[in-house]
């Protein structure tokens, strides 16, 4: 019974993207439940206090995973790439790229699919970038309560505002 | 105070073998006659609302027994109603009056073994708040791990206060009858979270440098003190947090903790290490005995007040060498003592072949951590010390009572079953006691300490007259002609193999063979099954440089090993490069290869010149065979089901107090 590992990893890609796609669109489906069933409130704050929900949750498990054993710049580029991993797990193409010193790190995603939903799901373009810089600037917050730090994330570009990525900077002031 | 009971230990062969552990020591004016104690443990055996049971007093006196003179402190007590500083369940409290009959009862069971009843304050701090949402905290860091609360910031009122909780609850403890006590400040508790720069931010009086961050230790210390009259005041503070990859404190700055401890007024220290958020084991079994001594002996470099410690020091012979260099001046012992609360009586009496080995295995504290009351993995009476059920009593009638199989479940049965008086003859058809464990013994990482339990329980069953009839095959024959009342059947699990095709091939090896060395085995190796053999024997090869790939059916890989040690074998696996697919089952074996289909029907292909099967079925082989001979019989251990050697010792004590 030989396998042919084309079809399993053609399989499990499949299987990996449907995951992705569903991950994001339950996100949206549940925030037009919620604003359908609360018309007087304003759709963007359901919208955002589903992202802060998330964000809490993201927080707690990057905390397990911390460790500012080689110092702090390592911790910076730590950091960075505990987003990165977040994001891929989303869909997203996304990487690290140095900055002019040591204490700064840029997030670049060249791709990504959170976007492409909310215009799926009727959701504006706008809300996605404030959902998305809402769930940094916590994370952010809640590693730097945790290990004492006192990093800034600013958002530079973003691909909901047609700029063709989305371009972060995680910096210690 | 000077001494509280007399001792003389000269005459016992323990004295003239560890006389350092014999001799007495002063702490503060009180006279210890030994260097043993029995140290503070959570137990989870007090009721809901913090008072004492019986099963505790009872759990208690036998540790009191067992430190022969020595210092026996009873578990933690929370101190505030709120019980933000509740870290367990069953924890005992003493905010309140009404909790000191309860309290006073443990003090007098310490004191009718002769022995010095020692008490400690325990406000659990971030890993507090059991029964309620928010934890009492320093500074508001989030919590690591999410089983804890999140952390409510102490204003200053709420530090005095809880430094008042402090004194009053000493107070109580006093009126209750202790002689000394004792405050906690570690791994994770409140005073471990001021003292610590991970957990304090504080930028007022009670944060900043080492010395502001002790500035509410100092003052706990010294409301305590001031109530106690003469009582000797110990403290526990960590020598190392291990936290180094959360920018926790420096080695160099818990020494200046024990400094500053000792200024304020503790009579002794206790040296700990570690907190429960650290990413380092510190007690489990692959950390070596007697590894954390360096640590007592900084601390004493550091200190003039006596300096105490458990942590790996299970074997008398290190600590009584430690204490005759000036390394340590006293004994603790918690996990040695859950497992054998006699064993600093057994070591005086001259009876350490006699002691019921801790393997470890951090059972105890799982339970703890999940609300469950203590027991141990090796000691089936533990926290069953009040119950009468569990005690060994003679036998109504004598009888003749043959055991089948000398592994641990075998021969725990029968030195049980001897004791009570039965006349037990125990056959293996192997030439050496142990069973399973004579090759499980061999895995790395500490499981040759597994077989520690062996050896007690063989010179138990000697000791009770059990007769050993060893190399002899037992027959449905051989039971008819020996004409036993009762047989109990302890023959083990029997090692399967799978259905798939290729399980027949000769590259398909027993897991045991393996260990034992009696089979060739290639470099690209799978491993069926993911439970504690599979882990076991996958290290074993992975240790001699061979690839490993463990295939197992259940979903998570050694499920049979309790959660406060699997993450050990996790990180082992890792670092030995051991790969492993859960919740998978192999479905063809080749010469060169294995295809293994994972629960959803994906195949994945690997490459394999050999597989070791580690699965195990209950084995009734023999029950089936002598059924109907018309004799009493008993099955105990992996036989009935396949499980692990705590099951085996629970299962032979239970059988060898019932027949």
Not at chain 1, 150 to 167: D, H, M, S, W, Y
Not at chain 2, 543 to 558: E, S
Not at chain 2, 588 to 610: L, R
Request: net charge neutral.
């Amino acid at each position: 019974m030989p396998v042919d590992a084309e079809k399993e990893i053609s399989r499990l890609w499949r299987a990996l993207h449907g995951a992705q796609d569903s991950t994001i669109k339950t996100f949206y489906q549940w925030r037009n439940a919620a604003v359908g069933l609360l018309p007087n409130a304003n759709p963007s704050e359901i919208a955002l206090k589903g992202w802060e929900a998330m964000a809490q949750d993201m927080g707690k498990s990057f905390l397990p995973r911390l460790s500012f054993y080689k110092g702090e710049e390592a911790f910076l580029k730590q950091v960075a790439g505990l987003y990165v991993n977040t994001w891929q797990g989303y869909g997203a193409v996304v990487k690290v790229e140095k900055g002019s010193n040591p204490m700064e790190a840029f997030i670049k995603w060249e791709r990504c699919p959170w976007p492409s939903f909310a215009k799926d799901f009727d959701a504006p373009l706008k809300e996605d970038v404030t959902g998305c810089d809402l769930v940094l600037q916590i994370t952010l917050e809640m590693i730097n309560a945790f290990m004492g730090t006192n990093f800034k994330i600013e958002t530079q570009k973003a691909i909901p505002r047609g700029e063709g990525v989305c371009l972060r900077r995680l910096y210690k002031p | 105070m000077g001494e509280l009971f007399k001792w003389d230990y000269t005459q016992y062969p323990g004295y003239k073998k560890y006389p350092h552990l014999f001799k007495p020591i002063q702490l503060g004016k009180l006279t210890i006659p030994n260097r043993i104690k029995y140290a503070a443990t959570e137990d989870n055996l007090n009721d809901k609302d913090g008072f004492v049971t019986d099963a505790d007093v009872a759990y208690i006196r036998e540790r009191a027994k067992g430190v022969v003179g020595g210092i026996c402190c009873m578990q933690g007590v929370y101190m505030d109603e709120k019980r933000q500083g509740q870290g367990y369940v069953g924890q005992a409290a003493c905010w309140d009056d009404k909790y000191i009959p309860g309290l006073k009862r443990l003090a007098d069971a310490i004191h009718e073994e002769k022995a010095v009843a020692s008490c400690q304050l325990m406000h659990c701090g971030r890993v507090g708040a059991v029964e309620v949402k928010y934890c009492h905290g320093p500074s508001p860091v989030p919590q690591r791990l999410r089983i804890f609360r999140p952390v409510q910031v102490m204003t200053k009122d709420d530090i005095k206060r809880c430094v008042d909780q402090h004194a009053t609850a000493a107070e109580r403890l006093c009126k209750a009858g202790f002689d000394i006590v004792e405050i906690s400040g570690i791994v994770g508790y409140l005073i471990s979270n001021f003292i610590s720069s991970y957990t304090n931010k504080r930028t007022d009086e009670y944060g900043g440098d080492i010395r502001g961050r002790m500035r509410m230790v100092v003052e706990l210390i010294q409301a305590v003190k001031k109530v106690i009259g003469d009582r000797p005041l110990g403290i526990r503070l960590c020598s190392d947090e291990l936290l180094d990859d959360v920018r926790g404190n420096t080695p160099e700055e818990s020494m200046i903790t024990y400094q500053i401890a000792e200024e304020a007024g503790a009579d002794y220290m206790s040296v700990t290490l570690g907190w429960q958020e650290s990413i380092y084991p510190v007690i489990s079994r692959d950390i070596p005995q007697g590894n954390w001594l360096f640590l007592a002996e900084r601390a004493k470099k550091h200190i003039k007040i006596p300096v105490q410690m458990a942590y790996r020091l299970f074997n008398p012979a290190i600590p009584n060498k430690a204490i005759g260099d000036g390394k340590l001046d006293f004994w603790e012992m918690c996990r040695p003592m859950i497992a054998d609360p006699h064993m600093p009586k057994k070591v005086l009496e001259g009876r350490e072949d006699e002691i019921r080995p801790c393997v470890a295995c951090n059972l105890c504290l799982a339970r703890l951590f999940r609300d469950a009351p203590m027991t141990c993995y090796i000691n089936p009476v533990c926290a069953h010390d009040h119950d009468p059920k569990f005690h060994i009593t003679p036998a109504e009638m004598k009888k003749k009572i043959m055991i089948v199989g000398a592994g641990a479940a075998g021969l725990e049965c029968a030195w049980v079953a001897a004791e009570r008086g039965h006349e037990v003859h125990i056959y293996d058809k192997l030439t050496e006691v142990g069973g399973t464990l004579l090759e499980a013994r061999k895995a790395p990482y500490g499981d040759e300490e597994l077989y520690y339990h062996i050896n007690f329980a063989k010179v138990k069953s000697d000791k009770a007259g059990v007769k050993f009839h060893l190399g002899i095959e037992v027959t449905p024959e051989l039971i008819d002609e020996e004409m036993p009342d009762t047989v109990v059947l302890a023959v083990g699990p029997k090692y399967i193999k799978g259905t798939a095709p290729g399980f027949d091939k000769p590259n398909v090896v027993g897991v045991l063979d393996v260990l034992a060395g009696k089979v060739k085995i290639g470099e690209n190796i799978v491993v069926w099954g993911n439970k504690k053999p599979g882990v076991g024997v996958a290290l074993y090869l992975a240790k001699q440089k061979k690839k490993v790939t463990i295939v197992g059916r259940n979903k998570d890989f050694a499920i049979d090993i309790n959660p406060s040690f699997r993450w050990r074998y996790n990180a082992y696996l890792r670092q030995n490069g051991v790969t492993v697919y859960n919740d998978c089952d192999i479905v063809e074996i080749t010469d060169n290869s294995v295809t293994a289909m994972t629960y959803d029907g994906y195949q994945i292909p690997i490459k394999a010149d050999t597989v070791v099967c580690t699965e195990r079925a209950p084995n009734q082989d023999l029950k089936n065979a002598v059924k109907d001979l018309g004799v009493e019989i008993f099955e105990i251990g992996d036989m009935v089901i396949p499980r692990n050697l705590s099951s085996a010792v629970h299962d032979g004590y239970k059988v060898g107090l019932r027949i």
